[in-house]
């Protein structure tokens, strides 16, 4: 059965950084896509980043841009969001999602999914 566990979440006063990950199991890694997306309360989920399968593109959506970084460690089967200069805004649940599409910004388009690490920022 595919697993997808984020770690790394937590609360963090504005101007912080937090590093999330996500390993996943069962799952054939390196065919796949990876992204986050993170859903507030009363929000729809919304998409962060995404990166190919070979690392080589990657897309982040322009509230994030120049402030988070996603890669990923196929030999380790995890996907990394380095997020830095968090504002309040950025407060959420954060999930990681797997696409074997390729890269794409809807979460229909994402197979699988984790449970969710909260990411609190404070002002």
């Known amino acids: 059965q595919v697993q997808l566990v984020e770690s790394g979440g937590g609360l963090v006063q504005a101007g912080g950084s937090l590093r999330l990950s996500c390993a996943a199991s069962?799952?054939?890694?390196?065919?796949?896509?990876m992204g986050w997306f993170r859903q507030a309360p009363g929000k729809e989920r919304e998409f962060v980043a995404a990166?190919?399968?070979?690392?080589?593109?990657?897309s982040y959506s322009n509230s994030v841009k120049g402030r988070f970084t996603i890669s990923r460690d196929n030999a380790k089967n995890t996907v990394y969001l380095q997020m830095d200069s968090l504002i309040p805004d950025d407060t959420a649940v954060y999930y990681c999602?797997?696409?074997?599409?390729?890269?794409?910004?809807?979460?229909?388009?994402?197979?699988?999914w984790g449970q969710g690490t909260q990411v609190t920022v404070s002002s």
């Open positions: 069962e799952l054939s890694f390196s065919s796949f896509a």
């Open positions: 990166v190919s399968r070979t690392a080589i593109i990657t």
């Open positions: 999602a797997a696409n074997p599409y390729g890269l794409g910004k809807a979460p229909n388009q994402y197979n699988y």
